[in-house]
């Protein structure tokens, strides 16, 4: 089946460093998104890219959509504490449905 | 505006014991998304619905599971027998317009199954 890989797993950075992590996949995907996710929590959106080579910020957030529409990363800029947490990947197919492929999640941990 | 609510938001129980899981998209999404998140297998849809009719269930793990949705407002999920393995948090998601990209995910049900 698809699958998404999501790379690094986890980081350890110092507060103000800037963040960079991304998705790949075997598979073409016509929507990407990406989520963070707190402790006892649900998955909150904070960008969605519907076309490929589209750049998006949200604040301090940063993510593009692949050429080959396979890949997407998401950058984060002058990390703070609050933003330790899981980011997942995730790929949808928008024809014939809305089937959502969540990577593995990469887990921040931000040093104040 | 309220967001997805789920209940009960932890559940206990007992190898063999029918678990249901209750869900309420927000009002006038006509979109909703049944997760499973564990450690080992991250984050796996298991259904969705659109307009109350199940568009795909092909992740639902085996007859153990059902879900339905009588009306736009609520949705349940059940297992019946549930087992140890079934052990995780249990999400529902919803999304506007038939289902955008943007789902809206509830907080969870973590279900424990000694």
């Known amino acids: 089946g698809q699958q998404l890989n999501q790379s690094p797993q986890s980081m350890f950075i110092q507060e103000g460093e800037d963040v960079s992590m991304n998705c790949t996949s075997s598979?073409?995907?016509?929507?990407w998104l990406w989520y963070k996710q707190d402790p006892g929590e649900g998955p909150v959106l904070l960008i969605a890219l519907y076309k490929a080579g589209e750049l998006t910020s949200n604040g301090r957030l940063t993510a593009q959509f692949g050429i080959t529409r396979k890949d997407s990363f998401l950058n984060i800029s002058a990390s703070i504490p609050s933003d330790v947490g899981i980011y997942f990947c995730?790929?949808?197919?928008?024809?014939?449905?809305?089937?959502?492929?969540f990577g593995a999640g990469t887990r921040l941990f931000v040093k104040a | 505006d309220a967001g997805v609510i789920q209940s009960p938001r932890h559940e206990v129980t007992e190898m063999g014991q029918e678990v249901t899981l209750r869900c309420k998209p927000i009002s006038g999404h006509n979109s909703l998304f049944w997760y499973r998140q564990t450690m080992m297998r991250g984050l796996e849809l298991l259904i969705y619905f659109n307009n109350n009719v199940p568009i795909d269930d092909s992740g639902m793990p085996e007859d153990r599971f059902s879900a339905k949705m009588p009306n736009a407002s609520f949705s349940t999920l059940k297992i019946q027998p549930s087992e140890p393995r079934d052990s995780a948090v249990y999400f529902c998601?919803?999304?506007?317009?038939?289902?955008?990209?943007?789902?809206?995910f509830g907080p969870g049900t973590r279900l424990t199954v000694t």
């Open positions: 598979s073409i995907f016509n929507t």
């Open positions: 998601a919803s999304s506007p317009m038939g289902g955008s990209s943007e789902q809206y």
């Open positions: 995730a790929g949808q197919l928008t024809t014939g449905g809305f089937k959502t492929i």
